[in-house]
């Protein structure tokens, strides 16, 4: 079965970096874009970078771009987010997210999420 379990979140300082992971399973993760969105209190969730399968292309939101960098392990079916310079405004739940068509039926699937906190 599709697993997608998110870690490395945590309280930072304004400024400061964090290193976000998401280790894939149950699926040939080489073959698939995945993203990293994340969802702040009372918002919606948003794409906050993604990744095609080679690692060949990568796109950000702009409020991230230049801060954030996504990366991907397709030996190792993982997907880390290094962020930098972190503001409060990026206080969110972080969430790794992929599509999959299995059987002519195309599905999101998320992980559990990990918190991101950025205050002093």
């Known amino acids: 079965q599709v697993q997608l379990v998110e870690s490395g979140g945590g309280l930072v300082q304004p400024g400061g970096s964090l290193r976000l992971s998401c280790a894939a399973s149950g699926f040939t993760f080489s073959s698939v874009v995945m993203r990293w969105y994340r969802q702040a209190p009372g918002k919606e969730r948003e794409l906050v970078a993604l990744?095609?399968?080679?690692?060949?292309?990568?796109n950000y939101a702009n409020s991230v771009k230049g801060r954030f960098t996504i990366s991907r392990d397709n030996a190792k079916n993982t997907v880390s987010l290094q962020m930098n310079s972190l503001k409060p405004e990026d206080t969110a739940v972080y969430y790794c997210n992929t599509v999959l068509t299995v059987v002519g039926r195309t599905s999101n699937y998320w992980g559990q999420g990990t918190q991101v906190t950025v205050s002093s």
């Open positions: 990744i095609t399968n080679t690692g060949g292309t990568t």
